[in-house]
């Protein structure tokens, strides 16, 4: 047994994170300016703190107390909200990294996983790699890139393991409407469901996807095998299927399956925008070669669990 301390666990990833974990049977702790468990139910075995990161007294006091050996750092202000309210995307994505990782040193935490993101790249024509040197366009992916150097130094000087992913756009049943990348899960949630849904980007827009599946997969996979990976380089892309669809592709896989459904397109000038400087293809070649794949690589099967899950989850009542 591990004990796990997630901040933003109520989150839509890190609550598949905590069901895999509980799952394994390891011990959670949950850091969150909410709680919700519409994903993971009433699970057993996991403790809820309410907080915000950028309250650096109460933080730093739930992770002592928590004792944890793992810190999964998934909060954070999303791109949409953070391009909208930029100071306080400073002061939760940002200003909160360092007490933060000081915490987690303090409580002799020995192993950091960092929720990063695709949007630490701009638009390029190119896959977009790790190892080559890129400018993000927005404040959340600024503060991404923030949270990976800031992670990197602490690991190389106080020698905790630490490792960020470059998560794609992460899509599955259960997440929000927030964050401009939102559009690659609603179109198929809402589909499932049986609700409307009006697409507020061009059939046209693109990028890279990965279930939430495999995304929970990569990040256990990366901490099981961190002692034997290259601290200089534990910083993954996580790419499901990339290039990734299209809007309009997207449509017509949940289509294919759902005919009747209701699927319309009015793009939204703002959301677009940022949708646009993000890359379109992410080169996955680091965190293959350590070993992992996606257990849902291509669209077609990735379409079909994620209506199974929303029409399960469904009838056991929950959204």
């Not at 890190?14 to 519409?38: A, F, M, P």
């Amino acid at each position: 047994m591990t004990r796990f301390f997630i901040t933003g666990g109520c989150g839509f990833i890190g609550q598949w994170l905590t069901k895999r974990l509980i799952e394994e049977d390891h011990e959670v702790t949950i850091y969150d300016v909410k709680v919700d468990r519409s994903i993971m139910g009433e699970t057993p075995g996991v403790k809820i703190v309410k907080g915000r990161t950028d309250d650096a007294e109460t933080l730093t006091r739930a992770i002592r107390s928590a004792r944890p050996e793992v810190l999964v750092h998934y909060a954070a202000l999303l791109s949409a909200t953070a391009e909208e309210n930029p100071q306080s995307a400073y002061e939760v994505n940002i200003a909160s990294a360092w007490p933060l990782w000081n915490a987690a040193r303090s409580a002799d935490v020995a192993n950091i996983l960092f929720a990063s993101t695709a949007a630490v790249y701009g638009p390029s024509a190119e896959r977009a790699r790790e190892d080559r040197y890129h400018v993000p366009s927005t404040i959340y992916g600024i503060s991404k890139m923030y949270g990976e150097m800031v992670g990197t130094w602490f690991a190389r000087t106080y020698g905790i393991d630490f490792a960020a992913f470059r998560y794609a756009s992460v899509i599955g049943p259960g997440r929000g409407e927030g964050g401009a990348s939102a559009f690659t899960s609603l179109i198929i949630q809402k589909a499932a469901q049986g609700e409307p849904y009006t697409v507020q980007v061009p059939a046209r827009a693109q990028m890279p996807i990965v279930y939430v599946k495999d995304a929970v997969d990569a990040t256990l996979f990366v901490h099981r095998n961190i002692k034997s990976l290259d601290g200089e380089e534990n910083v993954f892309n996580v790419p499901g299927i990339t290039p990734g669809p299209s809007a309009g592709q997207i449509a017509r896989a949940v289509k294919r399956k759902i005919p009747e459904a209701k699927i319309d397109f009015k793009p939204d000038e703002k959301i677009s925008k940022i949708v646009d400087s993000w890359s379109r293809d992410l080169d996955s070649e680091r965190i293959r070669n350590a070993g992992w794949r996606p257990s849902y690589g291509s669209l077609d099967p990735l379409v079909d669990d994620f209506i199974g899950e929303v029409r399960s989850r469904s009838k056991e009542g929950r959204a």
